[in-house]
């Protein structure tokens, strides 16, 4: 099986409209009804006369698509939809993947897309693809709407086991500096000790790196004459303000730092920083037949995204 993607205009609003109806009927019913139900192809031609859209074809048949709404530096994603018989085949993530390239091309800054909060599949969906939810008065106003940004400055690594997990930790080692954070995330298991023990490895620093949550943080020194290793378990932290009373032995603006689970706290630890997020691939992100992953593996998404004028103009592609 070949899957392909074609942008396409306003001639394909027939094709397009086919899509987005099968998919959201689907769905289960929704109080007030999907927006989408109420397309019709005069509306679909109108939308697709701007910035037009994409169709993902599986040999040739049509099986996904979606719209590209443009606004100031975010493009966003509308009417969404994949074929019910092809979904959980990696249609939705492939998709997903062209059109952020689509969007890095054209000089967009941000994916965003619009999910209903009676869908946790959908918001979850959306989330493993790196999107987050926006949180304002205003948009908690939108309810049952949710919307969720994604930045376009990020780097993806597809970890297929703990091998290829550590030896990019190993090479983020050889980016870092002294006064560094690092922030990862991930559910449990997902990999975030195994990235922070090739990143010692790299920096050449002493002591075995285990999870740190039995203690809070540990400071490992270097071997080699460079910055110490400081590994934070943000867990059961109130604030990263009490990192400041965990008296460590070492000034964090002269070490390296690692932050697990430090999403929504180590921002105030650091306004430049290195945010990975680690993600599990579930069945919607399995590949078609075009690659296969080989026995045992457990394959992970690495989203790094640089943060603040630290990194700015720091080449991250080679990892």
């Given at each position: 099986m070949t899957l392909?993607?074609?942008?396409?205009?306003p001639e394909a609003a027939t094709e397009v409209?086919?899509?987005?109806?099968?998919?959201?009927?689907a769905r289960p019913p929704l109080d007030p009804p999907a927006d989408a139900l109420g397309e019709t192809e005069g509306s679909m031609k109108e939308r697709l006369s701007g910035f037009g859209g994409v169709v993902a074809r599986l040999d040739g048949v049509g099986v996904g698509t979606v719209l590209m709404d443009p606004a100031n530096s975010t493009l966003w994603l509308?009417?969404?939809?994949?074929?019910?018989?092809?979904?959980?085949?990696?249609?939705?993530?492939?998709m997903v993947t062209y059109a952020a390239g689509v969007a890095r091309a054209e000089?967009?800054?941000?994916?965003?897309?619009?999910?209903?909060?009676?869908l946790p599949e959908t918001l979850r969906f959306w989330e493993r693809q790196g999107f987050r939810?926006?949180?304002?008065?205003?948009?908690?106003?939108?309810?049952?709407?949710?919307?969720?940004?994604?930045p376009l400055n990020e780097y993806v690594v597809e970890a297929l086991d703990a091998d290829v997990m550590f030896e990019l930790g190993r090479r983020v080692a050889g980016l870092v500096a002294a006064g560094d954070v690092l922030v990862l995330s991930g559910g449990l298991g997902a990999g975030k000790t195994t990235f922070t023990k090739g990143l010692g490895?790299?920096?050449?620093?002493?002591?075995?790196?285990?999870?740190p949550t039995f203690v809070i943080a540990?400071?490992?020194?270097?071997?080699?004459?460079?910055?110490?290793?400081?590994?934070?378990?943000?867990?059961?932290?109130?604030?990263?303000?009490?990192?400041?009373?965990?008296?460590l032995d070492t000034d964090l603006d002269d070490a390296v730092t690692v932050v697990e689970w430090g999403e929504g706290l180590a921002e105030g630890l650091s306004e430049s920083r290195l945010e990975i997020r680690i993600v599990r691939a579930e069945a919607d992100e399995a590949p078609l037949d075009l690659v296969e992953a080989p026995d045992g593996a457990d394959p992970?998404?690495?989203?790094?995204?640089?943060?603040?004028?630290?990194?700015?103009?720091?080449?991250?592609?080679?990892?």
């Amino acid at each position: 099986m070949t899957l392909v993607f074609e942008r396409v205009g306003p001639e394909a609003a027939t094709e397009v409209l086919g899509i987005v109806r099968a998919a959201f009927s689907a769905r289960p019913p929704l109080d007030p009804p999907a927006d989408a139900l109420g397309e019709t192809e005069g509306s679909m031609k109108e939308r697709l006369s701007g910035f037009g859209g994409v169709v993902a074809r599986l040999d040739g048949v049509g099986v996904g698509t979606v719209l590209m709404d443009p606004a100031n530096s975010t493009l966003w994603l509308r009417r969404f939809a994949v074929l019910p018989d092809q979904q959980g085949h990696g249609v939705a993530h492939k998709m997903v993947t062209y059109a952020a390239g689509v969007a890095r091309a054209e000089g967009f800054g941000d994916l965003a897309v619009i999910a209903r909060e009676e869908l946790p599949e959908t918001l979850r969906f959306w989330e493993r693809q790196g999107f987050r939810r926006q949180h304002s008065r205003e948009i908690s106003r939108e309810s049952p709407a949710v919307r969720l940004h994604r930045p376009l400055n990020e780097y993806v690594v597809e970890a297929l086991d703990a091998d290829v997990m550590f030896e990019l930790g190993r090479r983020v080692a050889g980016l870092v500096a002294a006064g560094d954070v690092l922030v990862l995330s991930g559910g449990l298991g997902a990999g975030k000790t195994t990235f922070t023990k090739g990143l010692g490895a790299g920096l050449g620093v002493r002591g075995e790196i285990t999870s740190p949550t039995f203690v809070i943080a540990r400071v490992h020194p270097s071997t080699v004459g460079g910055p110490e290793l400081v590994h934070v378990d943000a867990y059961r932290l109130g604030g990263i303000e009490e990192l400041d009373d965990l008296d460590l032995d070492t000034d964090l603006d002269d070490a390296v730092t690692v932050v697990e689970w430090g999403e929504g706290l180590a921002e105030g630890l650091s306004e430049s920083r290195l945010e990975i997020r680690i993600v599990r691939a579930e069945a919607d992100e399995a590949p078609l037949d075009l690659v296969e992953a080989p026995d045992g593996a457990d394959p992970r998404r690495v989203e790094i995204v640089p943060v603040g004028d630290r990194w700015r103009g720091v080449d991250l592609s080679a990892l």
